[in-house]
T-cell receptor, first 113, second 111 residues
């Protein structure tokens, strides 16, 4: 099973709201990723968790706050977002060893109004 | 150089034809080259991948050709079908967790 699930599929939030995106995988992967993807662009890496610890933060603004409660779950907490943060947010997972073959979820389409 | 250059930006192919997408890189430390297929509103799906010790890998109608000396690799889609219409991303990594993506190719297979 190479499935990564994400909820919700769509999210509309105001700039003063607090919301969370959720990601789950049951492939036994110990690396999990958050990406942001704008229309007609490749995914941009935001965060990487290895063994439930944050290993990479690509200088993401603090209004995005990741959390990895256990090896299967990954959350992205959102607060005080800007309209330019509207995008498709993708979660991915991989083994925590080379070649780090990443499997993506379907994404959450986020609109900030 | 951490870039992967992908071409063409868009491609129209007749049904049954061969679709070819090319990528080039500079960083010789890259050692894993996956291709992803993405349909509108969906996440990228891993299609096929290759390591630099192999010159070609085939899975069904999809083939990666790899030229290590030229630092180029390409995706060939044989007998292209309308259902193959999607955006394709090449990528590369150095054995760590960061994937470097190409800019993407929008493929349209006309019936």
């Amino acid at each position: 099973d190479t499935e990564v699930t994400q909820t919700p599929k769509h999210l509309v939030m105001g700039m003063t709201n607090k919301k969370s995106l959720k990601c789950e995988q049951h492939m036994g992967h110990r690396a999990m990723y958050w990406y942001k993807q704008k229309a007609k662009k490749p995914p941009e890496l935001m965060f990487v968790y290895s063994y439930e610890k944050l290993s990479i933060n690509e200088s993401v603004p603090s209004r995005f706050s990741p959390e990895c409660p256990n090896s299967s779950l990954l959350n992205l907490h959102l607060h005080a977002l800007q309209p330019e943060d509207s995008a498709l947010y993708l979660c991915a997972s991989s083994q925590n060893r080379g070649p780090y073959e990443q499997y993506f979820g379907p994404g959450t389409r986020l609109t900030v109004t | 150089q951490q870039q992967v250059k992908q071409s063409p930006q868009s491609l129209i192919v007749q049904k049954g034809g061969i679709s070819i997408i090319n990528c080039a890189y500079e960083n010789t430390a890259f050692d894993y080259f996956p291709w992803y297929q993405q349909f509108p509103g969906k996440g990228p799906a891993l299609l096929i991948a290759i390591r630099p010790d192999v010159s070609e890998k085939k899975e069904g109608r999809f083939t990666i050709s790899f030229n290590k000396s030229a630092k180029q690799f390409s995706l060939h889609i044989m007998d292209s079908q309308p259902g193959d219409s999607a955006t394709y991303f090449c990528a590369a990594n150095t054995g760590f967790q960061k994937l470097v993506f190409g800019t993407g190719t929008r493929l349209l297979v006309s019936p």
